[in-house]
C-alpha cells in the first residue's frame, strides 16, 4: 500500500491527512468512576425517560405521549374556556382533577410500569446491573423514585396548566397557588401508590402483556368495587362505610386524605368520616406504599445473577 | 511463578441444601488469561457468583484483586467486567444506548461513557451496526456486545461464561483472538469459562480444571507444553506397523483419537471408523522427525501430516502417555 503522494519519510505528508483510520490500540480509563449514588440517579434518569420513551425507538414513545396529551387536554379546555368566558372560579378545582381522569392514570401506568421492569426480567438483562456496584436495592429505589417520577408528570402536568390558565385569566392568586399546592401533593401521593402498585404487579411477570392487564385489571376492579361497597352503604344509610369503602381503590383513597387534610370536597360517594376516618385513610396510604416498596426489595432479593 | 494472584481462594466451598457445587476449592490465578474449564455443572457459574460478590459462601475465603468478596464486593464489581452466559440483551434499543448506559451504571461520567462506548465497540469489531437495534444482530454480534459491556469500564479482570457458546467455527476463532487480545494488548486479567478442553488452552496461560466443584488441576500451559512435545503422525495405512518401527527406534507412540486431532478438519467417517490412521508420537529432539521420514518411506506409505503440537488439556486428565499394547 504505498500512497502516491511520495513513500519517503520525509516527504510523506502526516498519516492523518491522507485519511488514513489508524487503529491507536487500547486506551485505559483513568478518569473518575462515580459512586452508587451517581449510578442509582443515572438509572432512575434513563428509567425516567424510558417510561415517555425518550431515548428508546418512536414506538415507544407513541403510546406514553398521547396518554400524556389525552390528560393535559381538558385542562387545556378549561383554561381556553375561563380566559374566553372571563370565568371568575374554575369549573373544576385542582385536587378533582385526577379523579375526572383516572382510567387515563390507571392505563398509563399498566403500560410504562412493565416497561420499566419487566423488560430487565423478560430480557435477562439484570445480569447486566448486578455485576456492577449498583445493590439490589438501588435497582429498587431507582425504579420506584422513576415510575413515581413518571406518574407524577402526568398528574401534575394538567394541573400546572390550569395554574397558569388560571393566572392568565387573573383568577385570586393566593386562592389559585393554595389550590395548586393542595393538587401536587394529592398527584405526589396518587403518583406514589400508583407507582408501587403497578410496580409489584409487574416485577411478577417478566411477560409485558401480562403485566399489563394484570394491573389494569387490579386498578379498575378496584375502582369498580369500591365504587359498589359506596355506592350500597349510602344508599342504605351507611355513610360510615360508604366512607370507608373509599380505601378500596388508590383514587378514593387519596381523595379521602385530601379531604381529611385541606378540607376539600370528596369526590366520592362519601368522604373518610371525621377525624379518625381521615388519619385511617392516611394511614392506609403510607401503608400501601411502604408495602408496596417492601414487596419490590423481596422480590428482587430472589433474581439470579445468570 | 512470580505473577500476582488476581483471584485467589482459599478451601471455598458452597452448599444449596444437599447439594455441593464447590468443595474447598483452593486456587491462586496470576495476571493474564485463565481458562476454567468443566463440565456443565461442575462449579464454573457458582465460583463466578461468589467472585462477583453476589453470592455467600457457605465456608472458606476468595480474594479478587486482594479485596474479600464477602466484604468488599459493591468496590469489585466496579473493577471487574462480566460477561454472561446466557442472552441478556434488550432487542429494543441500540448496542451504543445499551453500552453507554452500562458504562454508567459502571460509575463512568456521562462523556467518559459516550467515549469509552464507541472505542469499545471498535474493539470488539462492531462498527455501522452498533447504532441499530440489538433485536436484528446475529450471535455472533450479540456475543460482542455482551463482550464490550465488560470492557467498557476499563476493568482490571473480566469474567468471562462460556463466551463462544453459540457460535460457529469462524465466530469461535474470532472470540478466542478477541480473549486472547484482552490480555496481551488490553492488559487486562481474563477468567474465561468453557467446557471444550481444547479450545481454551490455545488463548489462555494458564488452566484450571474444576469438576463437580473440586480442583482437578491448575497449571501454566507454557509449562505443560515444555514438560513435553508431541507429534501428530497421519499415514495413509500400516498406522500399526510404523508404530511398531517408531518403537523399535526408542519413541514411545500411542494412537490418537481422531476426533481430538487439533486440525479444525473433522476426520473422514470411514478413517474413524476404521483401521488406525493417526499416531501420535513422543518428540524426543529434532531426530524423531528423521525417524518418522526414514519409517515411512521404509514402509512405502503415503505421510498425509507431520505436526507438531501443544500438549491438550484433555492429557491433564489421561496422565502420562501410554504405549499401545
Redesign the interface.
Known amino acids: 500500500m504505498t500512497s502516491p503522494a511520495g513513500t519517503t519519510p520525509s516527504g510523506g505528508r502526516p498519516p492523518a491527512e491522507q485519511g488514513v483510520i489508524y487503529d491507536i490500540g487500547y486506551r485505559n480509563y483513568t478518569g473518575p468512576r462515580l459512586g452508587r449514588r451517581h449510578t442509582t440517579r443515572a438509572l432512575l434518569v434513563e428509567s425516567l425517560r424510558g417510561a415517555y420513551g425518550l431515548g428508546r425507538s418512536t414506538r415507544s414513545k407513541v403510546f406514553p405521549m398521547i396518554l400524556f396529551a389525552i390528560m393535559c387536554a381538558p385542562a387545556v379546555v378549561i383554561v381556553a374556556v375561563v380566559n374566553a368566558t372571563h370565568a371568575h372560579t374554575l369549573p373544576l378545582a385542582y385536587p378533582s382533577y385526577f379523579t375526572q381522569l383516572q382510567v387515563v392514570a390507571a392505563i398509563y401506568v399498566a403500560a410504562q410500569a412493565p416497561q420499566t421492569v419487566s423488560r430487565d426480567l423478560r430480557f435477562h438483562t439484570m445480569p447486566l446491573y448486578l455485576s456492577r456496584p449498583l445493590r439490589r436495592n438501588d435497582y429498587v429505589l431507582a425504579k420506584f423514585a422513576a415510575m413515581t417520577g413518571a406518574m407524577l408528570v402526568l398528574l401534575a402536568a394538567p394541573l400546572v396548566i390550569l395554574y397558569a390558565g388560571a393566572l392568565l385569566a387573573r383568577l385570586p392568586l393566593w386562592e389559585q397557588t393554595r389550590g395548586l399546592l393542595q393538587g401536587l401533593a394529592g398527584a405526589a401521593l396518587l403518583a406514589l401508590i400508583l407507582a408501587g402498585i403497578g410496580l409489584v404487579i409487574a416485577a411478577l411477570t417478566p411477560r409485558r402483556g401480562l403485566g399489563v392487564a394484570a394491573i389494569v385489571t387490579v386498578l379498575l376492579v378496584a375502582v369498580a368495587v369500591a365504587g359498589a361497597v359506596q355506592g350500597i352503604a349510602h344508599t342504605q344509610g351507611n355513610d360510615t362505610l360508604a366512607g370507608y369503602g373509599g380505601l378500596l381503590a388508590p383514587f378514593t383513597l387519596v381523595d379521602g386524605v385530601q379531604v381529611w387534610l385541606f378540607g376539600t370536597t370528596t369526590n366520592a360517594v362519601a368522604g373518610p368520616p371525621g377525624t379518625t376516618g381521615g388519619l385511617v385513610f392516611a394511614l392506609v396510604s403510607l401503608a400501601v406504599v411502604a408495602g408496596s416498596y417492601g414487596l419490590l426489595l423481596l422480590r428482587y432479593r430472589k433474581v439470579s445473577v445468570s | 511463578m512470580a505473577a500476582v494472584a488476581v483471584i485467589a481462594t482459599s478451601a471455598l466451598t458452597m452448599r444449596f441444601g444437599h447439594v455441593t457445587a464447590l468443595d474447598g476449592l483452593t486456587v491462586d490465578l496470576p495476571t493474564g488469561v485463565t481458562g476454567l474449564i468443566g463440565a456443565n455443572g461442575a462449579g464454573k457459574?457458582t465460583l463466578?457468583?461468589i467472585l462477583?460478590g453476589?453470592?455467600p459462601a457457605s465456608s472458606g475465603r476468595a480474594e479478587v484483586l486482594g479485596l474479600d468478596v464477602g466484604t468488599a464486593g459493591?468496590?469489585i464489581?466496579?473493577r471487574?467486567?462480566?460477561m454472561?452466559?446466557?442472552?441478556?440483551?434488550?432487542?429494543?434499543?441500540t448496542a451504543t444506548?445499551l453500552v453507554a448506559?452500562?458504562a454508567?451504571?459502571?460509575?463512568?461520567?456521562?462523556t467518559?461513557a459516550r467515549e469509552?462506548t464507541a472505542?469499545t465497540l471498535r474493539?470488539v469489531g462492531l462498527y455501522e451496526e452498533r447504532y441499530r437495534?440489538i433485536g436484528g444482530y446475529s450471535t455472533g454480534m450479540k456475543q460482542r456486545v455482551k463482550l464490550a459491556?465488560a470492557l467498557v469500564?476499563?476493568p482490571a479482570l473480566v469474567l468471562l461464561?462460556e463466551p463462544t457458546n453459540g457460535l460457529d467455527p469462524a465466530g469461535r476463532e474470532d472470540m478466542l483472538g478477541l480473549v486472547r487480545r484482552i490480555g496481551t494488548?488490553?492488559?487486562i486479567s481474563v477468567l474465561v469459562t468453557s467446557h471444550l478442553l481444547g479450545e481454551v488452552e490455545r488463548v489462555c496461560d494458564h488452566v484450571v480444571v474444576i469438576d463437580a466443584g473440586v480442583l482437578l488441576s491448575s497449571s501454566a500451559t507454557a509449562d505443560v507444553t515444555a514438560v513435553s512435545g508431541a507429534l501428530t503422525v497421519e499415514v495413509t495405512e500400516r498406522a500399526s506397523d510404523l508404530a511398531a518401527l517408531l518403537q523399535r527406534g526408542g519413541v514411545r507412540v500411542r494412537p490418537a483419537d481422531p476426533h481430538a486431532v487439533g486440525t479444525g478438519a473433522a476426520p473422514a467417517p470411514e478413517r474413524a471408523a476404521g483401521a488406525l490412521t493417526v499416531l501420535e508420537v513422543e518428540l524426543r529432539d529434532e531426530t524423531t522427525y528423521d525417524l518418522v521420514r526414514d519409517a515411512v518411506a521404509d514402509l512405502g506409505v503415503g505421510l498425509v501430516r507431520m505436526q507438531r503440537r501443544r500438549h491438550r488439556i484433555a492429557d491433564l486428565f489421561a496422565g502420562e502417555p501410554e504405549s499401545p499394547a
Open positions: 457459574s463466578i457468583k462477583l453476589l453470592l459493591s468496590q464489581r466496579e471487574v467486567g462480566y454472561p452466559e446466557h442472552d441478556c440483551l434488550p432487542p429494543d434499543v444506548e448506559h452500562l454508567r451504571m459502571s460509575g463512568l461520567p456521562a467518559a469509552r472505542d474493539h437495534p459491556q469500564h476499563d461464561d494488548d488490553f492488559g
